[in-house]
């Protein structure tokens, strides 16, 4: 299990990112945080990943403290970050050095076969698209099977059928081993495909706003009343987090639009 | 001919047209860089031939080429170029070895770069023609001071584009070495070295083109071998041919070296996206 326990972040130039963020998330569980530019919620998951540890509180992993990345813990950010020396399979095995040759090769062609991308195991990364660029980095994330899996924004630079497809399909990866997912989003729609639960940021400092479980059984269907009901109800959190008085025409507006995507 | 058929020939024709297009024009690109200095050297032949000019001073392509296969006959050629080709291999050697390690250090810890680079900026800026003298007195007149001289040429292009290279290299790709745990060993070798590679190699480049110019500079200076004292000694004696002669062979190492260590590192960078016009 996961533990955030009043995790607060004050950079040395005297911002403060993050205010006390306590939250528990169980093994297994697909939970997002999201919320506007600049509420802290990219602090939060790099405090988590032990890249950038906070400054107060504690993150728990296991009973473990987290203050360095962590074996358990594998990240995958905005942008795909592949290394352009190396080939689309060396990347993927990246995180396997340490494993004998014939096992990492074998655990590599498994995931590129996985991700799709069998036939791209010898291609440089700036042969890719984004969307295949991505995949590759899914890939070289879950490889080493973390317990956790921590994603930045991870589709945000990709177009709107690239991103709807590639969240599907991080969802069918998801079960294979079925690792702890945190995900950072400002799309609500993405949110809600993913998640068991949402985290609602507000900022300056950043701390939780509100918690909004989504009980909709998987696949989800982007289109269903149900999912606009739960849609309805993030954006006005998010509304109430920047102190704006909800407007159910605007709400509307935005959900008839496709307007999901918050900043 | 059916309407099909005859699509298929009007697609087929222009793809094979492409190909001997492109094949021509992959012998032919090089080939253009030899227009302007061929022509060049058949104008003068023809003017020196046609008795507009004498050639004494600038002589014409057939007495140069003549002069070069007399100095080849006589052994002469061989024995300076390997001379100096020595004297650039040993002063390279050690301004790249002694650069690499002072750029390696000062591009990776900021502690080091505040120690040592203001004054290796401050000896940057002295001309290196300057130190000759004072080399000359320190080391003698003979390979040590004509070593040290190519080492210093060498070493400021080296140092610079090392350093600059290590301090430039995308942080977000040393976060995904942090993110899978690198020792700092491991940091320097899978993500630092690939990452700096590229603008290392050039520096390496741009260094061994001006150990070739100090090269020159330490030959001129007083030696009793090597291209450089080809050249003084063409000069002492009249013998504008064999100036030629020097610069040209000159010119021919100094290209090959330069293709040499492009070669040696083509394999290393084939993963660059860059653009590639052939």
């Known amino acids: 299990m996961l533990v955030l326990d009043r995790v607060g972040k004050t950079y040395p130039n005297g911002v403060h990112a993050l205010g006390g963020v306590s939250f528990e998330v169980e093994l297994g569980e697909i939970l997002a945080v999201i919320g506007g530019s600049g509420c802290g919620k990219s602090t939060l998951l790099r405090a988590i990943a032990g890249l950038d540890p906070p400054s107060e509180g504690a993150v728990v992993l296991d009973g473990e403290r987290i203050g360095a990345p962590h074996a358990k813990i594998g990240i995958i950010f905005q942008e795909p970050r592949l290394l352009p020396w190396l080939r689309v399979a060396d990347n993927v095995g990246f995180g396997l050095a340490e494993q004998p040759k014939a096992a990492r090769a074998q655990r590599v062609a ?18 890719l698209s984004g969307g295949q660029a991505q995949r590759v980095a899914i890939a070289r994330a879950l490889v080493p099977r ?40 400002h799309d609500v729609d993405e949110a809600i495909v993913l998640a068991d639960r949402i985290m609602v ?62 900043w | 001919m059916s309407l099909v ?21 992959r012998l032919l690109r090089p080939a253009l860089g030899f227009v302007l200095p061929v022509t060049l050297a058949l104008a003068w032949e023809i003017i020196v031939r046609l008795g507009w000019s004498t050639g004494r001073l600038a002589p014409p392509p057939s007495v140069i080429f003549w002069t070069f296969v007399d100095l080849a006959r006589t052994g002469e050629l061989q024995r300076d170029t390997l001379v100096t080709l020595s004297r650039v291999a040993a002063g390279f050697g050690l301004g790249a070895a002694v650069a690499t390690i002072v750029g390696a250090a000062t591009g990776y810890s900021p502690t080091l770069r505040r120690l040592l680079d ?15 003298p004072l080399f000359i007195l320190w080391l003698g007149i003979f390979e040590a001071s004509k070593v040290t001289l190519i080492a210093v040429g060498v070493f400021f292009p080296v140092y610079l584009g090392l350093m600059g290279a290590i301090q430039s290299v995308d942080r977000k ?58 050249l003084i000694d063409g000069q002492q004696l009249g013998k504008p041919a064999e100036i030629v002669a020097a610069i040209v062979a000159f010119a021919i190492i100094g290209k090959a070296t330069d293709w040499l260590i492009a070669l040696a590192a083509a394999p290393f960078l084939r993963w660059e996206d860059v653009v590639r016009h052939d």
Do not use: C
Not at chain 1, 114 to 125: H, I, S, Y
Not at chain 1, 209 to 238: C, H, M, N, T, Y
């Open chain 2, 118 to 132: 203001p004054s290796l900026q401050g000896l940057r800026a002295i001309p290196s023609i300057a130190w000759i």
């Open chain 1, 201 to 262: 940021m507000r900022p300056r400092p950043g701390r939780i706003f509100d918690e909004i479980a989504v009980d909709l059984p998987r696949p989800r269907d982007r289109q269903s009343a149900a999912f606009d009901f739960v849609k309805r109800r993030v954006l006005a959190g998010l509304d109430r987090s920047l102190n704006r008085a909800p407007s159910s025409a605007e709400d509307e507006q935005k959900a008839e639009a496709g307007a999901a995507m918050w």
């Open chain 2, 173 to 230: 790709l040393v976060e995904v070495g942090r993110a899978f745990r690198l020792s700092d060993f491991e940091m320097v070798r899978r993500i630092l070295l690939p990452a700096v590679l590229p603008a290392y190699v050039i520096s390496l480049r741009s260094g061994l083109g001006l150990g070739w110019m100090f090269v020159v500079a330490a030959e001129l200076m007083g030696a009793s071998e090597g291209l450089g004292y080809l």
């Open chain 1, 110 to 127: 498994a995931a590129l076969k996985r991700v799709g991308l069998a036939d791209k195991a010898n291609v440089w990364p700036r042969e």
């Open chain 1, 146 to 185: 973390p317990e956790v899996l921590l994603l930045d924004e991870p589709f945000s630079a990709l177009d709107a059928f690239t991103r709807t497809d590639l969240q599907d399909h991080l969802l069918d990866l998801w079960a294979d081993a079925k690792p702890t997912l945190l995900l950072v989003t």
């Open chain 2, 5 to 25: 058929g005859m699509t298929i020939a009007a697609e087929g024709a222009p793809a094979q047209e492409r190909s001997i297009v492109s094949r021509r024009s």
